[in-house]
């Protein structure tokens, strides 16, 4: 089975999120900054382990 890094989702731009004004609030705990940018990103720390747990396994 294939696995999923950090490295992969970067090289993948997983972490670039949507506009500020377009964000939903569930998706706070995995949201990482957006104050300067005015664009979220997304946390891969919090990402990749769910993401393994919910389509990998």
């Known amino acids: ?3 999923v890094s950090m490295r992969d989702m970067l090289k993948a731009g ?5 506009q500020t ?5 569930k998706m706070k705990p995995f949201i990482f900054g957006a104050a300067v940018t005015k664009f979220t990103s997304i946390n ?5 382990p769910m993401f393994t747990k919910l ?3």
């Open 14 to 18: 997983v972490h670039f999120g949507h």
């Open 21 to 25: 004004r377009y964000w939903n609030p």
């Open 1 to 3: 089975m294939a696995t």
């Open 44 to 48: 891969l720390e919090k990402t990749v």
């Open 55 to 57: 389509w990998l396994n």
